[in-house]
């Protein structure tokens, strides 16, 4: 599904990202650990399209299409969806508004009729039942004065209603209680199909105990230093990124 | 012909029809304005106030004055009102009292009257005097007051649904003068909504008054809209004075005209009172629309805050001109001020200026203003979701503009109202009300 080939990317004139390999394919979930700076959200925000890098080199392929090439928009028709480590706060905009713009833009995308509005609500409020949320948040503006946890919240609720194909989450573990990560977690593994692909971007292996990953990647120094099976987030727990050596225990430091 | 010879010829064609003419305190209150008038002339770009917005495109066309009200239907009112299912509503056609579109029902101690209406039953009460510190316009109003809103609350007296009040321009080619006074007894509260429109897409100057008194402890909320038509000018002055423990809510929307001038004069007279002013202006095409405050502060602890947005797009233009001033014995006056705009596209202007004199020692003053364009992480953050450029540019501008609709309670008619009014008025804003909850 996501062909990721020697991937170099800048800011400013800096490198960030140095020559990334990764394959993801339909079903697995695929978690990116890495200390700080390492690269870890930029490869994401990359991934949605954010504006601000330069890609220096290399190629993104997804379901066959140069991802590269899509504005965001398009890429978020396209299936890929990503959870923001911060969600963004936009005042005077109601959150169910937002959620219906979403939804039927990647309906229309998908050729599938919009939803009307009865439909929509009656959507919206069994996924907000799922998500442990109260309903009173969809008449609220857009994350605006949400706590931390709801903001995460929030967004996996906006995944659960897209239905991504690819789904980046970036450190949507950071600043939650353990009754929300499991909450998170669970909206997280209501997702998973063989249909679907999932990276998660992590600092830590807690969210790791929730969400069992096929494969783990260590990120350093804007490269794939190390890739393993779950047992290795285990051992990054125990160890830190030290044993790793070299260039990983350098940016750590 | 001038324009001060035309409307002197105006005023001897029609001041024998006006209300109460014929009768001393009327005749010599529009006598004396209409000589400030013909003295002073239009307010002057080198006049420091005026710098940025020149009124010399009236001087090519003289429109007569609007001696009697057109005619509309019901649904053309209905269509366009911040308030559709008012419970008190007064419609002015022309700036001429229209009875047949207007109904309310206030309590007692709450009275609307026709100025009209009471200038025939009651001349020796006159007209309120010209005040000189207004400019020219308001002298050429009191002019030709023919009709407008009289509004009195007494004490104690609790209007609790907004009141609507809409000044509808029907007929082009012409001068209107429409004007207003409040009077807010001591503890009565009420909130006001005034809305301008036009029903027609030709040229028109509107030239609109307002006066207000709030006695203490007397609370308003005053909601201005200026929703005309595209070639309309709209020259407005309104005063406010306070006394003590009085709390005045403004707001403001410039959403329309060709050419718009809001002045809006606070007088924080009486100790503890409190004035919040938002205000918002939308400028695109080639509008030009010019904000100037001024906010006294005559007494101790009192406080103001002001918040005023513009958008600016295309080849428009913007003034903002915030006035604090801080008189001597005003002691612990707690001033802020800020003007935050966002320029659209590289032909937009807006020229803002704080202006703050401070004659008082023991006091907290703050003002700031920004100019930027639109964050780029909320772009971001909507087009990550599916939204276009275009729509999330629209969604990120409205998301700046509604802030400054937070004084009005949400959830409420009138705040959905005002919301549609916004997004009607927004670049790009009819793609987004379908997406309304």
Known sequence: ?????????????????????????????????????????????????????????GSVRYQGQDLLALPPEERARAGVFLAFQYPVEIPGVSNIYLLKAAVNARRRHQGIPELDAMDFLALVKDRVRFMEMDESMLYRAVNEGFSGGEKKRNEILQMTLLEP???????????????????????????????????????????????????????????????????LALELERQGYAWLGGEAAGVAR | MSLVEHFGAEHARLAAQLPGAGHPAVDSVRGAALARFRSQGLPQTRLEDWKYTSLAGLEHKPLPVAASAGSLTAGQLAAQAALPQAVHRL??????????????????????????????????????????????????????????????VAAGVVVEQPILLLWVGSQPEHSTFPALRVRLGQGARACLVEQHLSLHAGTAVNTAVARISLAGQAELQHIKVQAEGPRVVHLSDCAVELAAGAR????????????????????????????????????????????????????????????????????????????????????????????????????????????????????????????????????????????????????????????????????????DGLRRLLLAALPGGEQLENLTP
């Open chain 1, 1 to 57: 599904m996501l062909e990721i080939r020697n991937l170099c990317a800048e800011i400013d004139g800096k490198a960030i990202l140095r020559g990334i390999d990764l394959d993801v394919k339909a079903g697995e979930v695929h978690a990116i650990m890495g200390p700080n700076g390492s690269g870890k959200s930029t490869l994401a925000s990359i991934l949605a399209g954010r504006d601000g890098y330069t890609i220096t080199a």
């Open chain 1, 165 to 231: 194909t690819l789904a980046l989450l970036d450190e949507t573990d950071s600043g939650l209680d353990i009754d929300a990560l499991k909450v998170v977690s669970k909206g997280v593994n209501s997702l998973r199909t063989p249909e679907r692909a999932m990276i998660l971007v992590t600092h830590y292996q807690r969210l790791l105990d929730y969400i069992k990953p096929d494969c783990v990647h260590v990120l350093a120094g804007g490269r794939i230093v190390k890739s393993g099976g779950a047992e």
């Open chain 2, 91 to 152: 419609v002015f056609i022309d700036g001429h009292f229209a009875p047949e579109h207007s109904f309310h029902q206030l309590p007692a101690g709450a009275l609307a009257a026709s100025l009209a209406a009471r200038l025939a039953a009651a001349p020796q009460d006159g007209l309120p005097a010209d005040d000189p510190a207004a400019s020219a316009l308001s002298a050429l109003n009191l002019a030709f007051s023919a009709d407008g809103l009289e509004l009195e």
């Open chain 2, 248 to 415: 005045l809510r403004s707001l403001v929307l410039a959403l329309g005209g060709q050419l718009g001038r809001e002045d809006l004069r606070i007088a924080l007279q009486g100790r503890n009172a409190a004035a919040e002013l938002d205000g918002l202006y939308l400028a695109r095409g080639r509008r030009h629309l010019d904000h100037h405050t001024t906010v006294v502060h005559a007494s101790p602890d009192c406080s103001s805050r002001q918040d005023y947005r513009g958008i600016i797009d295309d080849a428009a233009r913007a003034v903002f001109n915030g006035r604090v001033v801080v008189a001597r014995d005003a002691q612990h006056t707690d001033a802020q001020q800020t003007n935050a705009n966002l320029l659209l596209s590289d032909a937009a202007e807006i020229d803002t200026k704080p202006q703050l004199e401070i004659f008082a020692d023991d006091v907290r003053c703050s003002h700031g203003a920004t100019v930027g364009q639109l964050d780029a992480a909320e772009l971001f953050y909507l087009r990550s979701r599916g939204l276009d450029e275009a729509q999330a540019r629209t969604l990120v501008t409205f998301a700046f503009a509604a802030r400054c609709l937070a004084p009005v309670p949400a959830g409420t008619p009138l705040h």
